[in-house]
């Protein structure tokens, strides 16, 4: 991951901190994956969309620092149907 540059500082949408500000949601949601999750948003319950849905998840301390669209995964892991056997008579 390349970092930004220090004198620009994080990237927080200013939509979703506005929000953030007005407080009266429960869970908040975003569109904004690229938006670095800072320590005010700590035990905050925060919901990004990944492309299809919302993907909750609860902030905690090992986070901070990171983007939001690391918690929001866009692709689903495949999973193989088993065949049935069938059974002769």
Request: no cysteine.
């Amino acid at each position: 991951m390349v970092n930004r540059s220090n004198w620009k500082g994080p990237f927080l949408e200013k939509f979703f901190y506005e929000k953030f500000l007005n407080n009266f949601y429960k869970i908040f949601r975003t569109n904004s994956r690229n938006s670095i999750i800072l320590p005010f948003l700590l035990k905050k319950q925060i919901s990004v969309y990944n492309g299809k849905y919302f993907v909750p998840f609860i902030v905690t301390e090992n986070m901070v620092g990171r983007k939001l669209g690391e918690f929001s995964f866009t692709r689903l892991k495949y999973i193989y149907k088993k065949k049935r056997k069938v059974k002769k008579k």
